[in-house]
């Protein structure tokens, strides 16, 4: 926007006079007010005044009204100087005789960020405080393992490992708390995830609190992050929710370095005002820490605002080559512009000049930032902390577009950096790199000890356990065990809400369960929990809903069980695993069930996923209106025939397609066992339908067959007494009652006793089976194991037939271990809307493949004709030349 003239100088100038008089008398609060009533009385008489997001590029804080560090500057500046020197020395030592990688600019800009928290602001878990919560930002790792190193948490063997984790011995490249159960928290260099995970972790803070399960008031979280992650979407996705909830527990931290990856986040632009804009709309407390304390005494004669008026007229991308140059380029280049300026300056020398530093290297600034964060109540705050990215590399990187690559340095940059920091290494033991620590019985060490205990003790402590729940028994579920009876039919959506509204009146764990849903509860026909549970709001309910006189009215209440995250699968994913961590991050377990539109799961939410399974998460993700053709009528984005591959793909991932109440029952009364007494590290996926029929009683001793993957549902029926025709069906979810139904057919029609199969997990099957393979391979004087899909198969006669709602590799998954021929059915292509019997019947799914499938292959070995085949082929109606459904 271009500025607007100043038609009347003298008269500006008693208006901004009229408001000096009011700052320095009635303090900024008054000023405030009448700037707003002067804007709202301008805009009631019609004149257009556009809102403006932004503030001038200087510090949110003044000077004056700064909180003073309470520290010892002096040894905090050698502190950070060694943690400086021993995060490069790790990047660099990796990269010796390897090519394992490693950063060195993320950290080298952000230590004085690190620092603060560290030495006076990150409270650990204690017995008098819960603990804070720290997001580290990913590339930031080698400097948070500096500073436990120094503290002694960690060792220089374990420096000397970094990035090399195979044996045990090392670090891991980033934030992951599955390789380092007792260090990391969160997993976060997937960018984005972060910033969205701490919102949501610092909400469900809140719900513990509001429902009198953790007290959460006085922690904070911690997410810092760079500017460039900010590009992700995920990254300000959640901003608006966190205002809207009061999140006055979260601060977010953003390194403003000014580069991404590849160069300049916004070479044209100003990534800090966009970002100051960003935030503010969405209602955030905004703080800018821009300049270092070096400038205090020049914007003190910035009487006329002009060096104010260049610092926003400068780009990002001037701003780094400012700092990839020297003094003399910013003198004649910044403050060569306007002659005023450099005159300002003409006392100062080059060195001088270049000293001037940057708000996010300022310990006073950053340190005042904080202190307002934390004070800071009814909003979430956002630190904006201009840096230099690769600070302290010199000509190795500093400020250069190569900087996020660089991982060597040379012996000059080394003496540099040394030199720069004051580093205590003599030029012959430069090229060693070695790694600094103080003396036990020095000034730094007692002082850093003293610090961290000051704040609870060491930051860096991953709870890996809580108190074991008490789980109930499978036969609490008993009326879901026994067969439905005579018309009543109901889905397996239906049967797994059954199973919550018994679980949520448990004595012992009904009060942990949390049912978690995006905005979808009266599809899956929860809307009854509404009135029951009610939905968590931190406000309550400030109105009165309009189904306030029905039986199951939308109830909101500060007291609420029920997590309700509107159109947002991200979201919903974020409160899932802020839950499922609740042992670790707040010594409770918490039982999770999120339920979603299986097609709106992994897909959209897979980074999301996969960070679940590094973070040790535990509970119960639930696929709904699961399947390519069970969910009729939605159409190609909406039907789902991959979800399952997708979660095969997370080691510690359990998934299960069931098709029965009883299944349904079992597997979650497993999981609860698993998860909560036993406290595995895993969490499961389960599919659920939408589709109504009748549920069989649980045959006899099938428990472990459900759990392991696959169990006798039926025995063939024999065709006749010299019959030999018999095929093994395999099924899964709805398809399996078109595999029951085609096993009537093959024996009614075609004289073929069919063995029909319930597989509830080809991906469980295929697990443990890979496992037995791989035993076999290293154990080859051994007698040999057979795998469990091999033990149930191995005395059955015939070819095996698999058919499934999802595409055909899925169920392909255990091709290698079935004995005999196998054929699969799947529903590889695009989803379509249509009824449920045209879709089977287009995805070739129905029991009439299947019927075909089974008999073509008994013709493949002999026993049957081609032709009686080709017959059938007729006979079902079936037409041999349609379309491959993948092709169309």
């Not at 931290?253 to 300049?264: A, E, K, M, S």
């Not at 119960?620 to 789902?640: M, P, S, V």
């Not at 085949?869 to 007729?874: D, E, G, Y």
Request: hydrophobic share 35%.
């Amino acid at each position: 926007m271009e500025p607007i003239p100043d038609i009347d100088p003298s008269e500006t100038q008693e208006w901004l006079d009229a408001l000096e008089s009011v700052l320095e008398h009635e303090g900024t609060e008054r000023a405030h007010y009448l700037l707003e009533r002067l804007v709202e009385k301008a805009r009631r008489s019609g004149a257009y005044l556009p809102y403006s997001a932004t503030t001038a590029y200087i510090n949110t804080i003044p000077p004056g009204k700064e909180d003073r560090s309470p520290g010892n500057h002096a040894l905090e500046h050698r502190i950070r100087s060694y943690v400086r020197w021993n995060s490069m020395a790790m990047v660099l030592h990796a990269n010796k005789n390897s090519n394992v990688g490693g950063h060195i600019a993320s950290f080298a800009s952000a230590a004085t960020l690190y620092d603060v928290g560290y030495n006076h602001f990150w409270h650990a878990r204690s017995e008098n405080h819960g603990g804070d919560m720290i997001f580290a930002q990913g590339h930031s790792s080698p400097g948070l393992y500096a500073y436990a190193f120094m503290l002694g948490e960690l060792t220089e063997d374990q420096l000397n490992n970094f990035r090399r984790e195979v044996d045990g011995k090392g670090l891991s490249s980033y934030p992951h708390p599955w390789l380092m159960p007792d260090f990391w928290q969160f997993p976060t260099v997937s960018m984005g995830l972060g910033p969205l995970m701490s919102i949501y972790q610092a909400r469900f803070m809140k719900y513990l609190d509001s429902r009198g399960l953790v007290k959460t008031s006085g922690r904070k979280v911690w997410a810092f992050m760079g500017d460039g992650e900010m590009d992700e979407p995920e990254s300000l996705g959640g901003i608006s929710l966190a205002a809207r909830e009061n999140l006055d527990n979260l601060i977010f931290v953003i390194n403003c370095n000014l580069q991404r990856l590849d160069g300049p986040v916004r070479g044209n632009g100003k990534i800090i005002q966009e970002l100051e804009a960003a935030f503010r709309g969405a209602g955030w407390n905004v703080i800018k820490v821009i300049w270092g304390s070096y400038w205090d005494p020049l914007f003190a004669k910035d009487t006329k605002g002009l060096l104010q008026q260049r610092m926003m007229e400068c780009v990002d991308g001037e701003y780094q080559t400012f700092k990839s140059r020297d003094g003399a380029y910013v003198r004649e280049h910044f403050f060569g512009k306007y002659p005023e300026l450099l005159e300002m300056v003409a006392n100062m020398s080059d060195d001088d000049i270049w000293r001037l530093n940057r708000g996010g290297h300022d310990p006073h600034k950053v340190y005042a930032a904080y202190a307002a964060a934390i004070r800071h109540t009814g909003q979430p705050t956002v630190i904006l902390a201009k840096t230099i990215k690769g600070y302290g590399m010199g000509e190795a990187g500093e400020a250069q577009n190569i900087t996020h690559q660089q991982k060597k340095m040379g012996t000059t940059s080394l003496k540099a950096f040394r030199d720069r920091f004051g580093i205590p290494i003599a030029d012959d033991k430069i090229d060693d790199i070695p790694y600094l620590t103080f003396d036990k019985a020095s000034p730094e060490y007692i002082y850093m000890h003293q610090r961290r205990q000051a704040l609870g003790g060491f930051i860096h402590r991953r709870q890996r356990k809580a108190e074991a729940l008490q789980i109930p028994p499978l036969s609490a579920f008993d009326t879901l065990l026994k067969a439905s009876g005579e018309g009543r039919e109901s889905s397996t959506t239906m049967a797994f809400v059954r199973i919550l509204n018994i679980l949520v009146k448990d004595k012992s764990i009904g009060k942990r369960v949390v049912p978690i849903v995006a905005d979808e509860s009266r599809t899956f026909g929860m809307e009854g929990m509404f009135r029951q549970l009610a939905i968590w709001s931190s406000t309550g309910q400030l109105y009165k809903p309009e189904d306030a006189d029905q039986l199951m009215y939308y109830k909101e209440d500060k007291n609420g069980q029920i997590l309700q995250e509107g159109i947002n699968e991200a979201g919903a994913m974020c409160s899932w695993m802020a839950a499922a961590t609740a042992y670790s991050n707040h010594g409770v377990q918490m039982i999770p069930f999120y339920i979603y539109y299986s097609m709106f799961g992994f897909q959209r939410v897979g980074d999301l996923a996969w960070a679940a399974g590094d973070m040790r998460c535990r509970g119960f993700l639930l696929g709904g209106t699961a399947g390519r053709t069970t969910l009729n009528g939605e159409g190609l984005q909406h039907e789902d025939g991959h979800s399952h591959l997708a979660a095969s793909t997370i080691p510690n991932c359990i998934s299960y397609d069931p098709t029965f109440a009883y299944e349904i029952a079992v597997i979650i009364q497993d999981g609860l066992r698993r998860m909560y007494e036993e406290q595995e590290d895993v969490y499961y996926y389960i599919t659920v339908m939408n589709e109504n029929y009748s549920h069989p009683g649980m045959p006899a001793n099938a428990e472990q067959g459900i759990l392991k993957g696959m169990y006798l549902f039926r025995e063939g029926n024999p065709a006749g007494e010299n019959s030999s025709l018999r095929v093994q069906l395999l099924g899964s979810g709805t398809i399996l009652r078109e595999v029951i139904a085609a096993a009537e057919i093959l024996e009614k029609e075609y004289g073929v006793a069919a063995d029909i199969w319930s597989a509830t997990s080809f991906t469980e099957l295929r697990r443990e089976a890979l496992d037995v393979t791989r035993w076999n391979m290293m154990h080859p004087a051994e007698a040999p194991r057979l795998s469990y899909v091999g033990t149930c198969l191995k005395d059955r006669k015939g070819p095996v037939i698999a058919a499934t709602d999802y595409m055909k590799i899925f169920a392909d998954q255990i091709r290698e271990f079935v004995p005999g021929r196998y054929k699969v059915l799947g529903t590889d292509g695009f989803g379509r809307s249509d009824t449920r019997e045209q879709l089977r019947r287009f995805f070739e799914v129905d029991r009439y493949y299947i019927t075909i499938a089974a008999l073509k292959s008994l013709a493949e070995e002999g026993q049957i004709t081609a032709d009686k085949v080709a017959q059938a082929i007729s006979k079902l109606g079936i037409d041999p030349d349609k379309p491959n459904p993948v092709t169309v």
